[in-house]
């Protein structure tokens, strides 16, 4: 079982920057990163992240936000600069060991034009 703790969300002004944390207890996850939810059913990544470094982004964050992750604590980091009010969303954690993926329960991210 995996438990993902996440921090860091927040209001912040267009152009700003905010860092997302999130922590997984539990066994140690192959891949990690970071989707988002604006208001409607659709889930997007963000960028994601494996125990070896390999990264992903989406085109419209490229750029703009870097994923990072430190293996020993078992966390993953999202620094988010240049904020625009499109990037306003639920920022979810996501870890994924074997076959099994686990979420976190969300972060609030709201850019003010």
């Known amino acids: 079982q995996v438990q993902l703790v996440e921090s860091g969300g927040g209001l912040v002004q267009a152009g700003g920057s905010l860092r997302l944390s999130c922590a997984a207890s539990?066994?140690?996850?192959?891949?990690m990163g970071w989707y988002r939810q604006a208001p409607g059913p659709q889930r997007e990544l963000v960028a994601t992240?494996?125990?070896?470094?390999?990264?992903m982004y989406a085109d419209s964050v490229k750029g703009r936000f870097t994923i990072s992750r430190d293996n020993a604590k078992n966390t993953v980091y999202l620094q988010m600069n240049s904020l625009k009010p499109e990037d306003t969303a639920v920022y979810y954690c996501?870890?994924?060991?074997?076959?099994?993926?686990?979420w976190g329960q969300g972060t609030q991210v709201t850019v003010s034009s």
């Open positions: 996501k870890a994924v060991r074997g076959i099994i993926t686990y």
């Open positions: 539990g066994t140690f996850a192959s891949v």
């Open positions: 992240i494996t125990s070896s470094g390999s990264i």
